[in-house]
C-alpha cells in the first residue's frame, strides 16, 4: 500500500562531529539523487528500448532493401513512409513493454524476468503490427521486412537490458538511488529479505534498520530473525514517523506475524502523510502456503492461501507439452549425450547410466535415469546420503557433469514415459520422504502433479543442500499454480541457472 504524496521531508540532521564536510555533501548527493532513483531507473530502459528498436528497424531496412542479399520486385520502397512506421511502432510497442510491468520503478524484476515480458511483448507487439498493416491499404509493407525485424529486436533488446541494468548495477552498488528500507517484525521472511538483498544488489534496497514492537502481543526483542540477521535498532514502533524521516526511509517492510495484522493498518495510518510505501509480507512458514493471491469478486477482494492443483484439461495440456519439449530436446541433445557416455565409460569402470528408486505423483516409485557420475560403491559405506560440495565420490568427470546438470539428460526418457515431467519438483528417494513428511507440514502435496526435471525451486537457487524445507514452499506454489507460461518461464530461467552451475554438486 502507498501513502499520499506530501511536502518534501526533512533530511536527518548531520550532527556527527566525525563526518566531515565533503563527506557530508557526497552523502545528501547520494540522497537526492536516490529520491530520483524510480525516474532514473524507469526512464534509463526506457531510452534503451527505444533506442534498440530503432536501430533494428533501420539495419532490417538497410538488409531487406539496400544489401541486394533479397530481391525487390516492387523496387525499394520509399525510406520516407518506413522512417514514419518506425516512430509509430515506437509508440505501440513502449505502451505494450508498460502494460506489461517493463518499467517498474522498483526494480524487483531480473533480466530474465525482462526477457520474459520482452518475448511477450515483441509478439502482442507483432500481432498489433500485422493487423494494422492490413487494414491500412494506402501503404504496402514487406511481410519479410517484418519477419525480420521482429528477429532482430528481441535479439537488440535483450542485449540493451543486459547492458542497461549492467550499469544500473554499478549505480546501485556506489549508493546512487538505492531504495531505503525499514523493517518492523523478526519473521523468518525477514532473514530470507534480507540474504536477498544482499545476493541481489541490483535491486537497490538498503536496509537501513529496524523499529521494534514493545506491544505485550508483540516483539519486545526483534533483533534478529530466525535466521540470525541482526539489524540495527532504530527506536520504538511508537516513533516510527520520526524515524521515517530522520533516515530518509523510502520503503516500511512488516514482516509481522499473522496474530499482528492490526499493525498493518496502524502504521499506514500513522505514516499516511508521509511519502513513503509500506508494504506487508506474510509469515509463509507460519501458514504453510507457498504464496497468498489477492482475487477479486463483484468488487470484493478474496485472499487465497490455498487452491487445487492440475483440473483434467491442464493435465493433458501439460502432458502433451512434456511429450513435444522432451522429443525435440531428446533429439537435439542425443549428439551431446553420446559423447558424454563415451567419456563416463573410459574415465571410470562400471556402467554408463546410473538407475535409482524415487517416488513420483500419488507416492507411486519409478526408477530415474542419470549418467553415472559416482563410483560404484558409492554408498557402500555410508548407506543413502545427500551428495556433498566436492564429494569425494565423483568419478574425473562427474564433477564436470553435476555442476552443469548434464548428468541429468537421460531423463528425457523418464518424460516420454510419463514417470516424470519437464517440470515440477524433483523426487527424492523413499528414505528421504518418510523423513520429510514427519516433520514438514503438507510436504506430500507436492506429490499431486509429476516430477521434474527442474522446477520453482530449482530455479531459485535451491539446489543441493539447500533446506528442504523452503524448497517445499516454493514446490507448493508450483503445484498451486501452475500454468503452461509458468512451466515456459521455469525453462527459460533453467537455462540461465545451469550456465551458472549454482549449488550444483
Avoid: C
Avoid at 541486394?68 to 522512417?83: C, F, N, V
Avoid at 524476468?113 to 498493416?133: C, F, N, P
Avoid at 541494468?165 to 518492523?184: D, H, I, N, P
Avoid at 516430477?451 to 533446506?467: D, E, F, K, Y
Amino acid at each position: 500500500m502507498k501513502a499520499e504524496p506530501a511536502a518534501a521531508r526533512p533530511t536527518r540532521p548531520a550532527t556527527d562531529p566525525t563526518v566531515t564536510e565533503e563527506e557530508r555533501q557526497r552523502a545528501e548527493a547520494r540522497q537526492r539523487v536516490g529520491k530520483r532513483g524510480d525516474l532514473i531507473f524507469p526512464a534509463v530502459l526506457l531510452a534503451v528500448d527505444l533506442f534498440m528498436l530503432e536501430a533494428a528497424f533501420q539495419l532490417t531496412y538497410a538488409i531487406r532493401f539496400l544489401s541486394g542479399w533479397m530481391a525487390s520486385p516492387l523496387g525499394i520502397p520509399p525510406y520516407g513512409q518506413y522512417l514514419f512506421t518506425s516512430f509509430a511502432l515506437l509508440v505501440i510497442w513502449a505502451g505494450i513493454f508498460y502494460q506489461n510491468g517493463l518499467y517498474d520503478p522498483r526494480r524487483t524484476k531480473s533480466l530474465v524476468d525482462d526477457i520474459e515480458g520482452l518475448i511477450r511483448g515483441v509478439v502482442v507487439g507483432s500481432l498489433v503490427v500485422l493487423a494494422l498493416a492490413f487494414f491500412v491499404r494506402s501503404a504496402s509493407y514487406s511481410r519479410t521486412f517484418f519477419a525480420i525485424f521482429f528477429t532482430l529486436s528481441l535479439l537488440f533488446l535483450t542485449l540493451g537490458r543486459a547492458m542497461a541494468r549492467a550499469w544500473l548495477r554499478r549505480w546501485l552498488r556506489q549508493g546512487m538511488g538505492a531504495v531505503r528500507v525499514l523493517f518492523l517484525g523478526a519473521t523468518s521472511m525477514r532473514g530470507r529479505l534480507l540474504e536477498t538483498f544482499d545476493a541481489q544488489p541490483e535491486l537497490g534496497l538498503q536496509p537501513v534498520g529496524q523499529v521494534v514492537d514493545e506491544d505485550p502481543d508483540g516483539d519486545s526483542d526483534g533483533s534478529s530473525d530466525d535466521s540470525g540477521r541482526h539489524l540495527a535498532v532504530l527506536g520504538p514502533v511508537d516513533a516510527i514517523d520520526r524515524i521515517v524521516d530522520e533516515h530518509s526511509v523510502d520503503l516500511v517492510l512488516l514482516t509481522l506475524p499473522f496474530r499482528q495484522l492490526r499493525r498493518v493498518t496502524e502504521i499506514a495510518e500513522r505514516l499516511g502523510d508521509r511519502s513513503v510505501d509500506v508494504q506487508f509480507v506474510p509469515d509463509m512458514k507460519r501458514l504453510h502456503a507457498s504464496r497468498m493471491r489477492l482475487r477479486e469478486i463483484a468488487g470484493v477482494p478474496f485472499i487465497s492461501v490455498r487452491e487445487t492443483g492440475l483440473s483434467g484439461m491442464d493435465r493433458i495440456v501439460k502432458r502433451a507439452f512434456d511429450l513435444v519439449g522432451s522429443s525435440v530436446l531428446l533429439l537435439l541433445a542425443s549428439p551431446f549425450m553420446l559423447a558424454i557416455a563415451v567419456a563416463v565409460k573410459v574415465t571410470s569402470p562400471g556402467p554408463v547410466f546410473y538407475g535409482q528408486e524415487r517416488l513420483g505423483r500419488d507416492n507411486r516409485t519409478f526408477r530415474m535415469l542419470k549418467f553415472r557420475t559416482m563410483r560404484v560403491d558409492a554408498e557402500a559405506h555410508s548407506g543413502p546420503v545427500w551428495t556433498q560440495e566436492n564429494d569425494p565420490r565423483r568419478t574425473p568427470i562427474g564433477s564436470f557433469l553435476r555442476r552443469y546438470s548434464l548428468d541429468e539428460l537421460p531423463q528425457f526418457l523418464n518424460v516420454i514415459k510419463g514417470d516424470m515431467s519437464l517440470v515440477g519438483p524433483r523426487p527424492e528417494r523413499e528414505i528421504f520422504v518418510d523423513d520429510f513428511q514427519g516433520r514438514i507440514p503438507r510436504y506430500l502435496e507436492r506429490h499431486r502433479v509429476r516430477s521434474g526435471l527442474t522446477g520453482w525451486a530449482q530455479v531459485h537457487g535451491l539446489r543441493g543442500n539447500t533446506p528442504i524445507e523452503v524448497r517445499t514452499l516454493y514446490d507448493l506454489y508450483y503445484v498451486e499454480n501452475w500454468s503452461l507460461a509458468l512451466d515456459l518461464q521455469i525453462l527459460l530461467r533453467t537455462v540461465v541457472h545451469v550456465l551458472r552451475g549454482e549449488n550444483a554438486y
